[in-house]
């Protein structure tokens, strides 16, 4: 029997809820290593302007920012290439961009809903993955 996949995800973090027949759960946390700004080198910007040589060029930061996203996407994408079924919800788009990858990989198909939701808590997500799929 193939797995069902819940997957709450935003650009910092992915929680994956597996489940396989009417109990088996397993849960998974990935992680991205995506900053959502640069640091800036420097005390603070009250006490004088910035180097610019210390904050990357912006088409160099969203390269950065693209590879560091694809990576991410890519390990969640591998956590759940085996599921039947996969359910995807989360706050932002990274839930739409993950589609987009799916469907990349020829695994659009198994995509049954993607659902726009604010942050949960683990046992929320199980919760949410639970009645959908064991209704």
């Not at 930061?61 to 995807?88: G, R, T």
């Not at 659009?108 to 929320?124: A, S």
Request: include cysteine.
């Amino acid at each position: 029997m193939k797995p069902k996949v819940g997957l709450w995800i935003d650009k910092r973090e992915a929680v994956v809820i597996t489940l396989v027949g009417n109990k088996e759960e397993t849960k998974q946390i990935i992680m991205s290593d995506v900053e959502k700004q640069s640091r800036r080198l420097g005390d603070s910007p009250l006490k004088g302007s910035y180097d610019h040589l210390h904050v990357p060029a912006d088409n160099r930061k969203l390269k950065v920012f693209a590879e560091h996203i694809k990576k991410y996407y890519n390990e969640v994408i591998e956590c759940i290439k085996d599921a039947e079924e996969i359910l995807i919800f989360g706050p932002g788009d990274a839930k739409h961009e993950l589609k987009r990858q799916l469907e990349n990989n020829k695994l659009g198909g198994h995509i049954v809903g993607i659902e726009t939701v604010d942050k949960m808590t683990e046992n929320q997500i199980k919760e949410k993955v639970r009645q959908h799929f064991l209704k």
